[in-house]
C-alpha cells in the first residue's frame, strides 16, 4: 500500500519535531521506544488493542491534540496504517511518530550509510 501524504499542521509538527529529537538524545534508542509504546497505550482503543479514529478523537486532548479536527485525525491513521486496516497497532504508531521526526531520519540514514546498508 503506497503511503498516504497529508497537508501537515505545521505547529502541532514543529512541536513534535522539536520534541522527539531530544527525548531520542536523552532517553537513548531503548527509552525512546518505551516513551512511544507509552504513548500507543494512551490513544489505543483498549478493547482492540489498536489505535483507531474513535480511540483517536476520545484520547487525543490527553497529548495536547484537541485542536485537530476528525479530518486530520482521520489523516493521521491513514498515513500511518500500512496494513491497510484503517487502524493503527503498535509497530505502525512507532513508525509513522519516527517518520514525523526528520531530524531522527536524517540521523537513522546517517547511520544506514556509515554502516553501507
Known sequence: MAPHKRPRNDSLLS????????????LGP?????????GF?????RNRG?????????????LGME????DELLEM???????????????????????LSPELMDSSQRL???LGI
Open 50 to 62: 489498536l489505535i483507531t479514529l474513535e480511540s483517536l478523537k476520545r484520547n487525543a486532548p490527553r
Open 15 to 26: 512541536d513534535f519535531e522539536d520534541y522527539l529529537p531530544s527525548m531520542a538524545a536523552k
Open 77 to 99: 491513521v491513514r498515513e500511518g496504517d500500512l496494513d491497510g486496516d484503517g487502524a493503527l497497532d503498535q509497530n505502525e504508531f512507532c513508525i509513522l511518530m519516527v517518520r
Open 41 to 45: 497505550e494512551l490513544l489505543m482503543d
Open 67 to 70: 485542536r485537530l479536527g476528525d
Open 30 to 38: 531503548n527509552g525512546l521506544i518505551k516513551e512511544l509504546c507509552k
Open 112 to 114: 544506514f550509510d556509515f
